[in-house]
């Protein structure tokens, strides 16, 4: 189990950006994948990225092109840059590290509590 904590959340514009970051204090990071999902009222937790040990990316359809997830191993941080955000995106964030890489909430093997990211006209 990984101590995870997002942070960066909070009340964006339809149209505007937002990065998040996952932080795991006093682990090695590098040693993880980790995944971005996300989880809006009433709906299943559904993935939004992920990235590797050595850095390389899955996205979701849905957000290829506009989301960016990246890797600090150095800061032990793992950052969602969230660009061009549409009302959908209004969810739950959390992120989620395994030693797999994975687009399944069920493989994952530690999470975050999660940050709110609500996007507004």
């Known amino acids: 189990q990984v101590q995870l904590v997002e942070s960066g959340g909070g009340l964006v514009q339809a149209g505007g950006s937002l990065r998040l970051s996952c932080a795991a204090p006093g682990r090695t990071f590098s040693n993880y994948a980790v995944a971005w999902f996300r989880q809006a009222p009433g709906k299943e937790r559904e993935f939004v990225a992920v990235v590797s040990r050595s850095g390389s990316t899955i996205y979701a359809d849905s957000v290829k092109g506009r989301f960016t997830i990246s890797r600090d191993n150095a800061k032990n941080t793992v950052y969602l840059q969230m660009a061009s955000l549409k009302f959908d995106a209004t969810a739950v964030y959390y992120c989620?590290?395994?030693?797999?890489?994975?687009?399944?909430?069920?493989?994952?093997?530690?999470w975050g509590r999660g940050t709110q990211v609500t996007v507004s006209s």
């Open positions: 989620g590290a395994g030693s797999v890489v994975t687009i399944w909430a069920s493989e994952i093997g530690s």
